[in-house]
């Protein structure tokens, strides 16, 4: 690898705002904000909205959403426009 084009890679803490928890893991991505670990060490912490923890295709609370209904239901509603 080419040395200076690269950005730092290091252990860094992600922690997920919606579930409440955290994974550490190893990124490029940095913060000005740290956090002491479970190892006594302290990490830079990344604050992310939704992660496996907390997605709902993760957590099995999943919709599934009837298009074919919703398009029914349209159609009841204001009729088909430009039917001939």
């Not at 893991?25 to 912490?45: F, H, L, Q």
């Not at 604050?47 to 599934?64: K, L, M, N, Q, Y």
Request: aromatic share 10%; net charge positive; proline share 5%.
């Amino acid at each position: 690898m080419k040395s200076g084009i690269h950005p730092a890679y290091g252990p860094v803490v992600f922690r997920d705002k919606a579930a409440g928890s955290a994974f550490l893991t190893r990124s490029t991505a940095s913060s000005g904000k740290t956090i002491e670990w479970e190892d006594g060490n302290t990490y830079p912490v990344v604050d992310v909205e939704i992660s496996s923890a907390s997605h709902p295709f993760h957590t099995g609370t999943a919709r599934v959403l009837d298009t074919a209904g919703r398009v029914e239901r349209f159609e009841r509603r204001y009729g088909r426009h430009g039917a001939n």
